[in-house]
């Protein structure tokens, strides 16, 4: 098919199923590389419609659409919107019943063209990646990608079996999608999904109409203070972020006490309270949400004309993902981060996790040996039998795999591939989380570079994005632009 006559009829598409007469910049470019069948890493900022370069394509590709999203709340919302637009939607995740997993899953085989959502421990799975196996999959499509770099292995360690899997599907296509990614971001996100030649398409971060500014407290009261006096200064919808369960749910008290019309999510809530609290506040019964970070990433409200940080944020790239929810429908919003100096010392408590030590590589290592006779062992058989956490055990196993020590087959289960290693190997190869944990260090202090920078804030978060402004611009619409501190 001629290009002229491809675009003429994703044009008709675009107007007859999804209401759009155009296109967004970036958009056209993406969905031409995935009808082409090449492997795309889109970096397009929140609100510039990321969701349609592959919902596009799933009209016109034939076979399966499968798309790996981090929260069933999403999957829920995306499922609804299409499903209203007649299109062919299945869903997969825990909350559904037995009943209507089946139902989804015979439907799989039937469909000549469906989207299939589904978290990325349902895609990790051998048995469902079996099951899939069986169907057409014509592209595999990894929303909120910078998870499987910035947070893939303490906040979901599935997405470091995501390659894996999608090699025993026979290798189709990838389309990653993300707002963020700077270039060890990027190389990482290749790396994780062994697709050295994913093409890049960005469009930018830049957004004019999102203001950006910091308040500087001295203490805990000046920060309380400072919360009443946005509120009050903000009309509209809004998202008050926390570092810590406690915190959330601590403002959200004092707030609901003094009248607020306010809504509570962290991770610590029973599924139908977070689920209850994202639908008022996203039906517009609630003003505000009080939350943690668990809450935001997706989520499809345009109209959130403000995002107040109660405490500093772990990097830049999680301040300008969680700030960036604000004004997705293109009209004036703000973000702003009230910074104590003490809050640091949350983060760096936060951040000190704990990473499979050299030992614990060798113990997973030697148990392997020792089940191989028996034939390919499974992540959960080994954890069975070692005194290891779910995620050093899934990290600890990609990196034996990294490093050719065991590898993996089409039922993703492990096998060794090498002779017996060294025990100074697993000692290097430990230390790629230290430099991890230095690395996160300096991302903090990043975060609070920013937060003390008299400079203009479009300008530093477009320099860590690797998007050099020229020189002595300033977006004219920040704290610092509107009001330069003095010397």
């Given at each position: 098919?001629?290009?002229?006559?491809?675009?003429?009829?994703?044009?008709?598409?675009?107007?007859?199923?999804?209401?759009?007469?155009?296109?967004?910049?970036?958009?056209?470019?993406?969905?031409?590389?995935?009808?082409a069948g090449q492997d795309t890493l889109a970096i397009m900022p929140t609100g510039a419609g990321k969701s349609l370069c592959y919902q596009l394509p799933?009209?016109?590709?034939?076979?399966?659409?499968?798309?790996?999203?981090?929260?069933?709340?999403?999957?829920?919302?995306?499922?609804?919107?299409?499903?209203?637009?007649?299109?062919?939607?299945?869903?997969?995740?825990?909350?559904?019943t037995a009943e209507e997993a089946q139902s989804a899953l015979a439907a799989v085989g039937q469909l000549a063209r469906a989207i299939l959502f589904c978290t990325p421990e349902r895609l990790a799975s051998p048995g469902f990646v079996a099951h899939l196996r069986q169907a057409r999959v014509a592209l595999v499509v990894i929303d909120e990608a910078h998870c499987i770099a910035q947070w893939g292995h303490d906040f979901r360690p599935a997405y470091l079996e995501l390659a894996a899997a999608i090699d025993a599907l026979h290798r189709p296509p990838v389309l990653a999608l993300t707002a963020t990614a700077t270039e060890a971001v990027v190389a990482d996100i290749r790396h994780q999904l062994e697709r050295p030649d994913l093409q890049l398409i960005h469009s930018g971060v830049y957004r004019a109409r999102l203001d950006y500014g910091v308040r500087q407290v001295t203490s805990e009261d000046d920060k309380q203070a400072a919360v009443r006096a946005l509120?009050?200064?903000?009309?509209?919808?809004?998202?008050i972020y926390t570092a810590t369960i406690k915190a959330a749910a601590t403002l959200h008290a004092q707030l609901l006490a003094e009248g607020h019309d306010c809504g509570l999510y962290h991770g610590k809530l029973r599924a139908a309270e977070r689920h209850a609290s994202q639908d008022a506040f996203m039906a517009g019964q609630r003003r505000?949400?009080?939350?943690?970070?668990?809450?935001?990433?997706?989520?499809d409200k345009p109209d959130i004309r403000f995002v107040l940080h109660l405490q500093v944020p772990a990097s830049l790239d999680a301040y300008y993902?969680?700030?960036?929810?604000?004004?997705?429908?293109?009209?004036?919003?703000?973000?702003?981060l009230l910074y104590l100096h003490a809050d640091k010392r949350i983060q760096q408590f936060l951040l000190a996790h704990h990473y499979p030590a050299a030992q614990e590589l060798r113990a997973v290592y030697e148990a392997l040996q020792q089940l191989a006779p028996d034939g390919p062992v499974s992540a959960h058989r080994l954890r069975g039998m070692l005194d290891l956490g779910q995620t050093n055990l899934r990290v600890s196993l990609r990196l034996l795999k990294e490093a050719g020590l065991l590898r993996q087959n089409r039922h993703l289960a492990y096998l060794p591939a090498a002779a017996r290693a060294p025990p100074a190997h697993f000692v290097q190869l430990a230390q790629a989380y230290a430099d991890k944990q230095e690395r996160d260090r300096a991302n903090l202090e990043a975060m609070v570079a920013y937060a003390h920078s008299a400079r203009c804030r479009w300008s530093v978060l477009l320099e860590h994005y690797e998007e050099l402004p020229a020189p002595g611009w300033r977006c004219g619409h920040c704290d610092n632009c509107r009001h330069p501190p003095a010397a």
């Open positions: 098919m001629p290009i002229d006559r491809r675009h003429l009829q994703q044009r008709r598409l675009l107007r007859e199923v999804f209401g759009i007469t155009h296109l967004r910049p970036g958009q056209q470019q993406v969905i031409d590389a995935v009808l799933s009209l016109l590709l034939p076979g399966l659409t499968v798309v790996v999203s981090p929260l069933i709340a999403l999957m829920k919302d995306q499922v609804d919107h299409l499903q209203a637009r007649g299109l062919a939607v299945l869903q997969l995740h825990s909350q559904l509120l009050a200064q903000h009309q509209g919808a809004g998202i505000l949400m009080i939350a943690t970070n668990a809450f935001g990433m997706g989520v993902q969680e700030s960036g929810r604000a004004g997705r429908d293109g009209e004036a919003a703000c973000a702003t």
